[in-house]
């Protein structure tokens, strides 16, 4: 048996690496208080709420929340708790920073259990970044570097769980689906699909005592939180054709694939590809089946959630959002990823440096490495992959494959040259690169430092000054404030408090959001409490549209043309409809009316 302090000494280096890997991650990828384009930021108006009655008693989103009792969270009886008696950013970035790591950790875990390999658990965690939010569809948001309500929770006890359950360990694994159901039931829904999935397939490995103990711990913790899911469900309210247009305005980026840009699809699909060849690769069949099974189960989701909201709407079905279940997706894929790029690593300057260029582009920390490079890449990993089989077809191209990889980059770069922008970064990037790969095998023959962590983490440290010197330090929001300037969205929220009282209603620009952060006012409405339609009433739904037409959307993509539109006499309409003094434009939108306030960026109007 392994003394304590033996245990401490074996695991004390990776612990500290994960932490020191957690703080990269951090610094790099920034921090948010809340993120303009998901409706994040309208969870807190309820917390605030709670936390003062007096507050958002106008509120029409509030009042919905109160009425149809949405929150099925665990943490919602705490974080009013945090809002009265501490400061909430700091709670906020202190609670990131901690569920980091375990994702981090978590990563990790779920790389070496599928590949007995720590050097591609170390790369996933390098892979695992805010770039990764893009990568794939239905907005499933895996890297949360802002303030989202229970995910920062439940994404650390799904990764954990998955781990147990690769591992066979199934009622570890069905414990900590049970308490990640606590805090986010429809992700543990995607979570307990795949498991169940997995059993389809694998009936023999579970015994019905296994069975047994698996339901009831996971009916253990997540009981409470089951009864008032049920609750939910039952006192929900008819779906008509109006609460079917609001949720198309604003939740179309995670329901409906109609709707989502070519761009996305493009970008989603390259890193689709990446992963099947990671897939072909992959030489073990039994891992390669369980990852196969899971992603089977994904997919299936993704078909039900198309078939469900475009041909056949079912609102309950649009309700589960479907589409991010491929969060489960996206932490196999990231591992599976790192194992191709390791690989390919270890044969050759050429191809380490292929390996680095794709680690680098897939987590956009150089923003001017485009788009257009990744199906370059992708067909050099290919030709990498099968070298042996291209070069015995084709003699000639023995030996040549630098050549071309440098040639092929070199063209590309002169393309960017001429039509885009950011080559000399870039250039200096590559040079910088490949000049540290040759200087690093030079030191790994003179000092026998092969199997060393010091050159990787020398690299690492010095691309992470570079890129951080060049976008001036690391993008840190905290109380209005990013990287020493003051956000003029917050500004003129702080304006708008100072000169209103607590049951006064702003106009603001609909296409906008998280007006209530720091005015602690209600608004008319905007585009992110209407994507909250999605899990509430019809009522809420019939009388937000009505506002939002009053203001000037109408239609589909519309809210930035129509408040653009909006008329002076329009504003006045439904300031006495709805008995607002206040209104916000974005410049160079303007009204007719008394400017009490401006900044850089927008106009705070009072209405006489």
């Known amino acids: 048996m392994a003394m304590p302090g033996t245990t401490l000494k074996k695991y004390l280096p990776s612990v500290s690496l994960m932490?020191?890997?957690?703080?990269?991650?951090?610094?790099?990828?920034?921090?948010?208080?809340?993120?303009?384009?998901?409706?994040?930021?309208?969870?807190?108006?309820?917390?605030?709420?709670?936390?003062?009655?007096?507050?958002?008693?106008?509120?029409?989103?509030?009042?919905?929340?109160?009425?149809?009792?949405?929150?099925?969270?665990?943490?919602?009886?705490?974080?009013?708790?945090?809002?009265?008696?501490?400061?909430?950013?700091?709670?906020?970035?202190?609670?990131?920073?901690?569920?980091?790591?375990?994702?981090?950790?978590?990563?990790?875990?779920?790389?070496?259990?599928?590949?007995?390999?720590?050097?591609?658990?170390?790369?996933?965690?390098?892979?695992?970044?805010?770039?990764?939010?893009?990568?794939?569809?239905?907005?499933?948001?895996?890297?949360?570097?802002?303030?989202?309500?229970?995910?920062?929770?439940?994404?650390?006890?799904?990764?954990?769980s998955m781990v147990y359950f690769l591992r066979s360990r199934y009622t570890y694994a069905l414990l900590l689906a049970g308490i990640s159901w606590s805090f986010h039931p429809m992700c543990t829904v995607f979570l307990l699909f795949a498991y169940g999935t997995y059993w389809l397939f694998n009936r023999k490995e579970f015994t019905p005592k296994t069975l047994f103990a698996a339901i009831v711990v996971f009916s253990a913790p997540a009981f409470f939180t089951i009864l008032k899911a049920s609750s939910y469900l039952s006192h929900g309210t008819p779906s008509d054709q109006l609460w079917m247009t609001v949720v198309r305005w604003t939740a179309w980026y995670t329901c409906f694939p109609s709707l989502w840009p070519p761009l996305s699809i493009i970008r989603a699909g390259l890193f689709l590809a990446l992963f099947i060849i990671a897939l072909?690769?992959?030489?073990?069949?039994?891992?390669?089946?369980?990852?196969?099974?899971?992603?089977?189960?994904?997919?299936?989701?993704?078909?039900?959630?198309?078939?469900?909201?475009?041909?056949?709407?079912?609102?309950?079905?649009?309700?589960?959002?479907?589409?991010?279940?491929?969060?489960?997706?996206?932490?196999?894929?990231?591992?599976?990823?790192?194992?191709?790029?390791?690989?390919?690593?270890?044969?050759?300057?050429?191809?380490?440096?292929?390996?680095?260029?794709?680690?680098?582009?897939?987590?956009?920390?150089?923003?001017?490495?485009?788009?257009?490079?990744?199906?370059?890449?992708?067909?050099?990993?290919?030709?990498?992959?099968?070298?042996?089989?291209?070069?015995?077809?084709?003699?000639?191209?023995?030996?040549?494959?630098?050549?071309?990889?440098?040639?092929?980059?070199?063209?590309?770069?002169?393309?960017?040259?001429?039509?885009?922008?950011?080559?000399?970064?870039?250039?200096?990037?590559?040079?910088?690169?490949?000049?540290?790969?040759?200087?690093?095998?030079?030191?790994?023959?003179?000092?026998?430092?092969?199997?060393?962590?010091?050159?990787?983490?020398?690299?690492?440290?010095?691309?992470?000054?570079?890129?951080?010197?060049?976008?001036?330090?690391?993008?840190?929001?905290?109380?209005?404030?990013?990287?020493?300037?003051?956000?003029?969205?917050?500004?003129?929220?702080?304006?708008?408090?100072?000169?209103?009282d607590k049951d006064d209603i702003f106009i603001i620009p609909p296409y906008l959001n998280n007006f209530g952060i720091y005015s602690m006012r209600a608004t008319l409405g905007d585009w992110a409490e209407g994507g909250n339609a999605l899990y509430l009433d019809q009522q809420f739904a019939h009388e937000w549209l009505s506002r939002m037409e009053d203001i000037g959307w109408r239609k589909l993509h519309g809210s930035v043309e129509g408040y653009t539109n909006l008329s002076t006499e329009e504003v006045h309409h439904a300031s006495k409809k709805y008995g607002v003094k206040f209104v916000i434009t974005e410049k160079p939108k303007t009204f007719e009316l008394k400017k009490i306030y401006e900044n850089d960026r927008f106009i705070l109007y009072q209405i006489s």
């Open 280 to 500: 072909v690769y992959i030489p073990t069949n039994q891992v390669k089946n369980k990852i196969l099974t899971f992603t089977f189960s994904v997919g299936i989701m993704c078909l039900l959630g198309t078939i469900f909201a475009e041909a056949y709407p079912i609102p309950f079905i649009i309700k589960l959002s479907l589409w991010r279940s491929t969060i489960i997706y996206l932490f196999l894929a990231l591992s599976c990823i790192a194992y191709l790029l390791t690989a390919i690593a270890n044969h050759g300057i050429a191809k380490r440096f292929l390996a680095v260029a794709l680690a680098v582009l897939l987590t956009g920390y150089i923003k001017s490495f485009a788009l257009y490079y990744l199906p370059l890449l992708i067909t050099f990993l290919i030709v990498a992959f099968y070298e042996p089989y291209i070069t015995k077809r084709f003699p000639h191209l023995r030996g040549k494959f630098s050549l071309l990889l440098f040639t092929s980059l070199a063209f590309l770069l002169t393309y960017q040259a001429i039509y885009d922008h950011g080559v000399l970064r870039l250039l200096t990037f590559f040079c910088f690169t490949l000049l540290f790969l040759l200087t690093g095998r030079y030191f790994n023959k003179i000092f026998h430092i092969k199997n060393s962590w010091v050159l990787p983490l020398v690299f690492v440290a010095m691309c992470d000054l570079g890129i951080l010197y060049h976008k001036g330090g690391p993008a840190i929001y905290y109380h209005g404030r990013i990287q020493g300037k003051v956000d003029p969205w917050a500004d003129i929220q702080m304006h708008a408090r100072a000169i209103s």
């Open 19 to 160: 932490a020191l890997l957690t703080l990269h991650a951090f610094l790099m990828n920034g921090h948010h208080h809340l993120y303009q384009y998901l409706p994040v930021g309208t969870y807190l108006d309820p917390i605030v709420a709670k936390a003062d009655p007096s507050l958002f008693k106008k509120s029409l989103y509030v009042e919905a929340v109160h009425r149809t009792q949405v929150k099925l969270s665990i943490i919602d009886v705490v974080y009013p708790y945090l809002y009265h008696h501490f400061d909430f950013e700091t709670c906020a970035i202190l609670l990131e920073l901690v569920s980091l790591f375990f994702i981090l950790a978590g990563i990790f875990a779920l790389s070496t259990v599928l590949f007995r390999n720590s050097t591609v658990g170390w790369v996933a965690m390098l892979l695992y970044t805010v770039e990764f939010n893009n990568w794939t569809l239905g907005s499933p948001s895996p890297y949360a570097n802002f303030f989202h309500h229970s995910i920062p929770f439940a994404y650390p006890l799904i990764l954990w």
